[in-house]
């Protein structure tokens, strides 16, 4: 069975950074079409902030674009985030992502980001 292991959450000032990491494990053989980060705020829906494609390809949501970078390794299923100038808003709870060519979806259980002086 595939799970998904998150690891980086914490407490920073605004302005800081953070890097998230996520690694599939008990997944031996298993191919993603993609790889990314969600998160959820209180009160709000999970959004996609950032995913990683075969290809190369990556996709940003504008609140994070500049801030933000994705960066993966499909041979090892592991997907990092770098969080760079962090604001308040951005305090969540942070998802990683996987999904299969036929559109099975994987989730971590989240890690806890916030931000605040």
């Known amino acids: 069975q595939v799970q998904l292991v998150e690891s980086g959450g914490g407490l920073v000032q605004p302005g800081g950074s953070l890097r998230l990491s996520c690694a599939a494990s008990?997944?031996?053989?298993?191919?993603?079409?993609?790889m990314g980060w969600y998160r959820q705020a209180p009160g709000k829906e999970r959004e996609l902030i950032a995913e990683?494609?075969?290809?190369?390809?990556?996709n940003y949501a504008d609140s994070v674009k500049g801030r933000v970078t994705i960066t993966g390794d499909f041979a090892k299923n592991m997907v990092l985030l770098q969080m760079n100038s962090l604001k308040p808003e951005d305090t969540a709870i942070y998802y990683c992502?996987?999904?299969?060519?036929?559109?099975?979806?994987?989730w971590g259980q989240g890690t806890q980001v916030t931000v605040s002086s």
């Open positions: 992502n996987a999904f299969s060519p036929v559109g099975v979806q994987y």
């Open positions: 008990g997944s031996t053989g298993i191919i993603f079409k993609g």
């Open positions: 990683f494609l075969r290809f190369g390809r990556t």
